[in-house]
């Protein structure tokens, strides 16, 4: 019999393999010289290891928790696999395979010679990856938003143009940084203007339409959607669902709008208190460095606190860095990097300053604790140190878990007493329309066949955002299917958790045992969270000797 530990590190094993720069960044060892395989083989192959792995994960019982975390795993890299999005995604810098490469080997720190020589071997590489990934997306029958292959040519541009090569960081002070150079200049740099002028020529003009932005206008596209849909949120949820949940909670915030709107503004109606927060030129940045700022500020604040709601917290403090320049414009808001098991690098929270006098500042507060303390970083820190779990358990990418803690700790803040007063609580209002309007925007693009412009209209009147972000925002939906779904639904399960076990519990009840309890299991599909949460409710009980029947 293969164990559920065996099953999860050969699981891990396979999700490394299918992305061994995240390897390197989480400090693991073995993947450092290697790049993905963007092939159609190399696909075909990862799917069946993953189906096999799934298929023998469903056959013993002992530890059902892996198992169900390693059948989780498999078949979401199944789906994943089986959604193409490597032949028709360019810009988002989460999902769009070159992209992601600009964006996360730079990040790289190697730690001696070996780790050096490793990047040497994997930027050499990256002319051979580029052409397979050039043949992928010739080949490929699902054509890519046009106006986001425009924006890719224009990153890379952005790339070849910059005085210091992004790529030469992390060799930067080394004694390799000569060959290094040499390897770009000579090899890389003319493999990827090779790439950029593929997407000029043959790529753009083939390219949909803004009226026709989602999967649901590609080769079985609805199927793949509704895969995508049950690997972000673990759940049985259609979009048809979901899109109706969305729609219900943005009716539901309204209420607290105006009720907390009117302390700040006087009584008006939600839609008022919206565009009051978006209008006021006072809620803008006045520079990068203020964003910064103010984002360290908040989580050193939450930090302090944080012994009062968690029995454990971690140890390792969270960095707070500027998104570099390169990427800021088609990167997120704000984001989360992992540490480094191996310390090379902090848990760090990225803050987009660019066109930062565009952006509002009433949502910087709820951005810091849901991306530092207590959100990702608090539970990324955590779960890197439960050395009795597999590493599968503490690195799994199960998104409503790992999105719905974080969107719960905007929540969590609010009671926590870190809102600094009634406007920053407002921009956690507005990141919970955001989140909600993603389930009415996410399906609306890819299971009800809107066009761009309904979901920045849409956005626009629901989500307190300024253009920059709105565009930002539904180009990374387009890009990126199902993954925005994980952030509410997620947050609204572990909400139904923790009110279930207060009910059941009464003045048993422990707000520090139910954080420890959700976070010291590393991420866990939803379903299996309620089970866990629920013996832990029995076993509460039972000590007292009040079992329920």
């Known amino acids: 019999m293969t164990t559920a530990r065996e099953l999860a590190d050969e699981m891990l094993t396979l999700v490394l393999d299918a992305d061994p720069v995240m390897a390197t960044l989480l400090g693991i060892p073995g993947w450092d010289h290697r790049l993905p395989d963007p092939s159609a083989e190399g696909g075909r192959v990862l799917r069946a290891r993953a189906e096999d792995v799934a298929r023998r994960a469903r056959a013993e019982d002992d530890d059902p928790v892996t198992r169900a975390v390693v059948v989780q795993q498999a078949w979401g890299l199944v789906h994943r696999l089986d959604a193409n999005l490597v032949e028709h995604t360019h810009a988002e810098g989460l999902t769009a395979p070159f992209a992601v490469l600009l964006g996360a080997l730079p990040l790289i720190r190697p730690t001696d010679d070996d780790a050096r020589q490793a990047y040497l071997t994997r930027l050499a590489a990256l002319p051979s990856y580029l052409d397979a990934l050039t043949r992928r997306q010739r080949d490929s029958t699902r054509p890519p938003l046009a106006h986001l292959v425009r924006a890719a040519i224009h990153r890379v541009d952005r790339y070849l143009a910059d005085d210091e090569d992004a790529l030469a960081i992390p060799l930067r002070d080394s004694p390799q940084a000569d060959v290094c150079a040499r390897l770009l200049h000579e090899t890389v740099r003319p493999a990827i203007t090779r790439y950029r002028d593929f997407l000029r020529v043959e790529v753009v003009d083939r390219g949909r339409g803004e009226d026709r932005p989602g999967l649901c206008w590609l080769p079985d596209g609805d199927l793949v959607y509704a895969d995508l849909v049950r690997t ?318």
């Open 232 to 549: 972000y949120t673990t759940t049985g949820h259609t979009p048809e669902e979901l899109h109706r949940i969305g729609l219900n909670l943005i009716e539901e915030l309204d209420r607290e709008y105006e009720e907390v709107g009117a302390r700040v503004f006087g009584p008006i109606p939600a839609a008022g208190v919206r565009a009051r927060l978006l209008a006021d030129p006072d809620l803008r940045w006045s520079s990068g460095e203020d964003m910064v700022a103010l984002a360290a500020a908040c989580i050193a604040r939450a930090e302090e606190v944080s012994g009062d709601w968690f029995g454990t917290v971690p140890q390792a403090r969270c960095a707070v860095e500027v998104v570099p320049a390169a990427e800021a414009p088609n990167a997120p808001l704000a984001y989360y990097m992992d540490p480094a098991l191996d310390g090379s690098r902090p848990g760090t929270y990225f803050v987009n300053t660019h066109q930062s006098g565009l952006r509002e500042r009433f949502s910087a507060e709820s951005t810091a604790f849901h991306e530092g303390v207590p959100g990702h970083h608090f539970q990324i820190a955590l779960a890197q140190r439960l050395d009795d779990l597999p590493l599968l358990r503490r690195f799994a990418s199960i998104e409503a878990y790992l999105e719905g803690w974080a969107l719960y700790a905007e929540r969590l803040a609010d009671e926590m007493g870190l809102y600094s007063d009634d406007v920053a609580r407002l921009g956690m209002l507005s990141g919970d329309s955001l989140r909600a309007a993603r389930l009415v925007v996410d399906t609306g693009l890819h299971a009800l066949r809107w066009t761009r412009q309904q979901a920045v209209d849409y956005l626009r009147a629901n989500a307190v955002m300024p253009d920059v972000d709105i565009f930002s925002e539904v180009d990374r939906y387009i890009e990126n299917p199902a993954q925005a779904l994980s952030y509410m639904v997620g947050r609204l399960e572990i909400q139904r958790l923790r009110g279930e076990a207060e009910r059941r519990l009464g003045d048993r009840f422990d707000i520090k045992a139910f954080h420890d309890l959700v976070l010291r299991g590393g991420p866990l599909p939803m379903a299996v969270l309620a089970d866990v949460v629920e013996r832990w409710c029995d076993s509460v009980l039972d000590v007292r000797g009040v079992v329920e029947r």
